[in-house]
């Protein structure tokens, strides 16, 4: 059974950093990504990586956020520097297999930002 298993979340002040980790069994990725949702919202769109490396972020997170992946590990993180309230969500890997039209979701992570 394919699994994304996400860590790294949980509670911080404003200004601190946090890394997410998710790590992917049983699958060969080419694109990942984070995805974030906040109480009320939608799910948006954090960062994607491709297999390649090649990086796309949220306008909201350019220069504070950094995504990265290690292809053998079949994980991709997430490090979130300078935290912001408006950052607070529950935060989910995203993961596009090589050789199906499945898509993958990790559980989820909190993330909560206090001010």
């Known amino acids: 059974q394919v699994q994304l298993v996400e860590s790294g979340g949980g509670l911080v002040q404003v200004g601190g950093s946090l890394r997410l980790s998710c790590a992917a069994s049983?699958?060969?990725?080419?694109?990942m990504a984070w995805y974030r949702q906040a109480p009320g919202k939608e799910r948006e769109l954090v960062a994607s990586?491709?297999?390649?490396?090649?990086?796309n972020y949220a306008g909201s997170v350019k220069g504070r956020f950094t995504i990265s992946r290690d292809n053998a590990k079949n994980t991709v993180y997430l490090q979130m520097n300078s935290l912001k309230p408006e950052d607070t969500a529950v935060y989910y890997c995203?993961?596009?297999?090589?050789?199906?039209?499945?898509?993958?979701w990790g559980q989820g992570t909190q993330v909560t930002v206090s001010s």
């Open positions: 990586i491709t297999r390649g490396g090649s990086t």
């Open positions: 049983r699958i060969i990725v080419s694109d």
């Open positions: 995203y993961a596009d297999p090589i050789g199906t039209t499945n898509i993958y």
